[in-house]
């Protein structure tokens, strides 16, 4: 145990540098873009989104030019599912999310498209420079088109996006570089730790950094979305609360996986094959299972986010199975196949074929009238 204690503390160590450090990362960020006077809505779409996932981005760079390539992809992976199912299911738990803005609605057929198109990327076991520059000209473009659109349709868009407070450029630009360059080192110092330390805890563990990537090191880098959509939940904002998880979801590939790309040069990301055949399907089908939510302009009730947090747990479990109970591993995989699935699958059909027959009595009973 006292073996095991230097990386644990390593990880929480480096988990609270990242918090910190990315609260001050978007402090100092928002605060020059104010004083040089960017619209609070643009600053609101880039970089308070690019704040939110500056732990992911630092951790899987640093991970990457230290030769650990699974973790940087399973970090970014089980980012996602993590927003996805615990972030969502738990800002759910608090406050059932509807879905109000067009914006948010049209940013899901966009998170599927790029989460399929990261698949058939990863598909062969790596992911080229040459993906990562196509991924990164998908984010400026996806910035751009988001940006217009925000402008083209004011009405409610202000309640799907973060509040800026105007505040924080009170202080002067000197303040705000202070606090830009101390979110970054604090980033830099925090990703180096957790990296190390959940690389000696995969050692002392006998477990792959894939699967520490995807559990200890994901949860701990979203824990900034986490908070922001908690507290934007009991605030009653339950646009942000979904926007976060969308707009991190879809920054941590086109921006944190591209970058990996990048970095890596030509012999490109290595995919684990694992990653490939679970977990990339994974992330693509929780964000498929949101789809019917999102385009009925339906809502997620506390049920739903139990569910979603309960697959969570099951996922988790699914990972650590082989690993503590090898020989439950194969009953347990075939109930969640056979028995659990089918049922969310249902329920989900189910819940959009219902909304859909409640609005078409509405458009119905309006049309009398």
Known sequence: MPQFLEPALQVLAGIGLLFGGGELFVQGSVALALIFGIPELVIGLTVVALGTCAPELFVSVSSVLKGSDALAVSNVVG???????????????????????????????????????????????????QAGVALLIALVI?????????????????????????????????????????????????????????????????????????????????????????????????????????????????????????????????VDRLIIERDLPVMVLTTLACMPIFWTRGRISRLEGGILVGLYVFYVIDQVLPRTLPTWQDGFRLTMLCIVLPIILVMIVLQALLYWRQLRRERITHGVD
């Open 142 to 270: 996806n910035s751009v088109w988001e940006i217009r659109t925000a402008r083209e349709e004011p009405d409610g868009m202000e309640e799907a996006e973060p509040q800026i407070n105007s505040e924080t450029a009170n202080g002067g630009w000197i303040k705000a570089c202070i606090r830009l360059l101390i979110g970054i080192l604090l980033l830099t110092v925090g990703s180096n730790q957790l990296v190390k330390g959940a690389s000696d805890a995969a050692s002392l563990l006998g477990v792959s950094e894939t699967v520490i990537g995807l559990t200890i090191v994901s949860a701990g880098t979203s824990m900034p979305e986490l908070f922001t959509s908690l507290v934007a939940a009991l605030r009653g904002r339950t646009d942000l609360a979904i926007g976060n998880v969308v707009g991190s979801s879809l920054l941590n590939q086109l921006l944190v996986l591209s970058s990996c790309a990048l970095i890596s040069g030509g012999a490109g990301l290595q």
């Open 79 to 129: 980012s996602n599912i993590f927003n996805v199912m615990v972030v969502l299911g738990s800002s759910a738990l608090v406050l059932p999310l509807r879905v109000e803005s067009r914006l948010v609605r049209r940013d899901v057929p966009l998170l599927l498209a790029v989460s399929a198109a990261v698949w058939g990327m990863a598909s062969a076991g790596r992911v080229t420079w």
